[in-house]
């Protein structure tokens, strides 16, 4: 055995080490977490002014907590002890207003209040480990909230008593029938009420491209004349590109469809052991760039306008730095949903982003050339634990109710795969180094420069983003040199963008910053712009048409014949992968 044989053998049992661990983990580096509670162990023992504030803290707050408890056994109006957050929703119902499961409710809150002192403001500890050694504080308390159990949730007791514990028994049936699924990687019964190709990604269209990495779907035109400019949408890789085309009622490609344009989307392969030496740039070319030839050879002298999803955005965002510094001027408009181009504040998902983590992830995705949808989905479920984890063992289990699925919900359970090499470079160069807003970041051996994109842009960021905060998104406005139309909509990072016309309680603020007008702080823009009830939808459509050219007759789909000639129906092939 040579000396330079000797380090590979001891990394090759190192990442074997890491990645059986990761798999009991979901996929959290151990060491990224220790590192953490200990910066904070250490700072906290030697800030004594900082313990004594606490312990005076405590010592205050229970005092007049007991005395509000003690008021609240007599008058059930009486104010709350302490507000909760706007956004959350876990003590509502009238019946926490009642002894004593106001005080319960209470008591709760004060401890959390308490432990987001105790956790942030301690002098010296790093702001990524204080976020971390926070966030793990809300998780171990989400853990012991009243609302879990059967004997401190007043809403339980009471369906138990109405209902004579039928709810207990078929929460118990509905817990052993998800366990069965997970034995068995079954799907829930409920979900076969939707099924891709039936009642889901069911808008009529055509494969007319394919190659080892996207299927490319165009779609039939349902007027008489359409717009010139076509569009072509690039969803993200990280789940199936359906979430675009959900339902008729909600599908935005039938709705652009219905409106006169002619629309194409990508419809990305789900990767495999065998892929795992994809890289970014292999999605930049073999997915981008090989679509957007396609689009132009079946609509030719016609430029294009791009939209693109999340990660697909951003991806969108990469070929047309790209394209501009190369000259390259077939983007007529670009459309970025929910989109980060620049990663320094990307929200508590960089909570998992540090060199430890992405290190140990690394090591998982080498042992099985992909990152696995289990290992993804374990930190989006922690970013949202009372709406994915907690909220559902109560209503399911102990409320006994049928579980919920929608066809929002059917999608968001069908997720994909990401390949070893090129994950790594998304997690390194952008998130963790932020190479793409500093320009750093590299296509075809050359570096590209954001600021050189000149075609208009329309962003959208949704007020209850957990995985792109409309913040970190608004970042658009200093880092182009184009006019941007911004829109702030309410919902999440979905549900915000499946954004229908006439659907209920949806509003949004929409403006557009010139090139040459000054920059608006985000809290300030959002201050200023009016709120405008309904779908966001609609204005873009309209942007849409303002920056095409006029109507002509549909295109064909695809070629008759060559490298675009139509290949099977939609949704295709890649979207049924498993």
Known sequence: MTRMSVPNVKTSIDRAIHAV???????????????????????????????????????????????????????????????????????????????????????????????????MGIPGVSKHHESMVSFGARQWLDIISPTNFFATNPQVLKTT??????????????????????????????????????????TKGKVVYRNRLVELLQYEPTTKKVDAEPILIVPAWIMKYYILDLSQYNSLVKYLVDQGHTVFMLSWHNPTEKDRDLT?????????????????????????HGVG????????????????????????TITLFTTQTDFSEAGELMLF???????????????????????????????????????????????????????LMSWNADATRMPYKMHTEYLRRLFLNNDLSAGRFEVGG???????????IFAVATGKDHVAPWKSVYKIHQIVDTD????????????????????????????????????????EWA???????????????????????????????????????PICDAPGTYVFEE
């Open 353 to 407: 982003i540090d060199e430890s983590q992405i290190s140990y992830m690394e090591d998982m995705m080498w042992d099985q050339g992909y990152l696995d949808t289990k290992q993804m989905s374990g930190a989006f479920q922690l970013l949202r634990s009372f709406d994915l984890i907690w909220s559902k063992m109560v209503s399911e289990y102990l409320l006994g109710e049928q579980p919920r699925v929608n066809d």
């Open 161 to 202: 008593m109405e209902q004579g514990g039928q709810n207990l028994v078929k929460g118990a049936e509905n817990y052993w029938n998800e366990v069965m699924r997970n034995i068995t990687d079954e799907h829930n019964a409920a979900e076969s009420e939707f099924q891709v190709g039936k009642n889901l990604a069911c």
């Open 309 to 332: 999803y999340c990660l697909g955005g951003t991806l969108l965002t990469i070929a047309a730095a790209a394209m501009a510094r190369d000259n390259d001027d077939r983007f007529k």
């Open 280 to 304: 970014m740039e292999d999605y930049v070319s073999q997915g981008v760039m090989e679509c957007l030839k396609a689009v132009t050879t079946i609509v030719p002298d016609k430029k294009v």
């Open 21 to 119: 661990e990761g798999r009991m983990t979901n996929g959290l580096s151990p060491a990224s977490i220790m590192v953490a509670y200990f910066d904070w162990l250490v700072h906290m023992a030697h800030s004594p002014g900082k313990i004594g504030e606490m312990s005076e803290n405590f010592a205050r707050k229970t005092m007049d907590f007991n005395i509000w408890a003690a008021r609240a056994t007599m008058d059930p109006e009486i104010p709350d002890f302490i507000q909760p957050l706007p956004e959350d929703r876990r003590f509502r119902a009238e019946e926490w207003k009642q002894f004593p499961f106001n005080v319960l409710a209470q008591g709760f809150l004060l401890k959390e209040q308490w432990w987001h002192y105790a956790t």
């Open 484 to 523: 941007v139309t911004f829109v702030l909509t309410n919902g999440g990072h979905n549900a915000g963008i499946v954004n229908e016309p006439g659907h209920p309680r949806r509003h949004y603020q929409i403006a557009t910053k010139l090139d040459n007008d000054k920059f608006v702080p985000p809290q």
């Open 527 to 565: 201050e200023r712009q009016d709120v405008v009830e309904g779908s966001w939808w609609e204005p873009w459509q309209e942007w849409l048409v303002k920056n095409s050219s006029g109507k002509v007759n549909p295109p064909s789909l695809g070629t008759p014949k060559g490298d675009y000639a």
């Open 446 to 456: 050359k570096p590209i420069a954001i600021s050189d994109i000149r075609t208009p």
